[in-house]
């Protein structure tokens, strides 16, 4: 009689057990992919960051990040889907420090003014120039990235409603335009700081641009006893015309 091997003499539920669950092998393969995904996607962000998005190649990522450079479009289908990603990353995390100012009870306009400032603050200058870059050369690029930001002017216009709401903006303030404006100085400004960087720091023209048109939509407070005074400046000039 041959001999059982030891893996065949066992029953399948000990099989099972001695290797583990079914399902843990493909969690291992995930895991392993995830991780080379994050390390593709942070050499890209460092050399992007480094040295701009012309004169970085997705030779030097992969080498970067320890792959080979056919790696690089198992997750990326191209150098500009990356730099759609970077802006996707700055997405998200601008929409978690809302809803963590959400979740602590913050002021609408408080909380407007901290996601454009949130977006600056995120914004690299050489990777605002690769996003520049992807969008002037690549359509797609333009309108995926559109795309993503068009999600936190949703955001921003549901804060300028409620602001309004609140009192905290006067109520002839649309909210949809404000947040527009606020985005459009955001863009604005980014593109000057990419333009000339030698100029103000994003942070300065962001505080600036954004702390005016806040004050311009601000409710406007009137002075006490000012309303009668001028009741009563329109009282006297009534009785003038009158006793002529």
Do not use: F
């Given at each position: 009689?041959?001999?059982?091997?030891?893996?065949s003499s066992r029953s399948p539920k000990a099989a099972r057990d001695a290797d583990g669950p079914p399902e843990a092998e493909p969690r291992a393969r995930q895991a392993k992919a995830d991780d080379t995904r994050r390390r593709v996607f942070a050499a890209g962000a460092e050399l992007l960051a480094a040295q701009g998005y012309h004169a970085t190649r997705v030779e030097q990522i992969t080498r970067r990040a320890g792959v080979a450079k056919g790696t690089f479009f198992v997750y990326f289908p191209t150098k500009d889907a990356l730099v759609t990603?970077?802006?996707?990353?700055?997405?998200?995390?601008?929409?978690?420090?809302?809803?963590?100012m959400v979740a602590a009870g913050s002021p609408p306009s408080a909380r407007l003014r901290a996601v454009v400032m949130a977006l600056g603050r995120?914004?690299?200058i050489n990777v605002a120039r690769a996003v520049l870059a992807a969008c002037m050369q690549a359509g797609d690029v333009g309108r995926a990235i559109d795309g993503l930001y068009e999600g936190v002017l949703e955001l921003m216009t549901?804060?300028?409603r409620a602001a309004v709401r609140a009192g905290e903006l006067s109520r002839r303030t649309d909210p949809e335009m404000l947040a527009l404006v606020l985005m459009d100085s955001f863009l604005g400004a980014t593109v000057s700081y990419v333009t000339n960087p030698r100029g103000r720091s994003l942070d300065e023209m962001l505080e600036a641009l954004v702390d005016t048109n806040l004050a311009a939509f601000a409710p406007v407070k009137r002075e006490p006893g000012r309303a009668?005074?001028?009741?009563m400046a329109r009282a006297r000039k009534t009785r003038k015309r009158g006793g002529k």
């Open positions: 009689m041959v001999a059982q091997s030891e893996s990603d970077l802006v996707r990353v700055q997405v998200r995390l601008v929409a978690k420090e809302r809803a963590r995120l914004s690299d549901e804060d300028a009668r005074t001028a009741v």
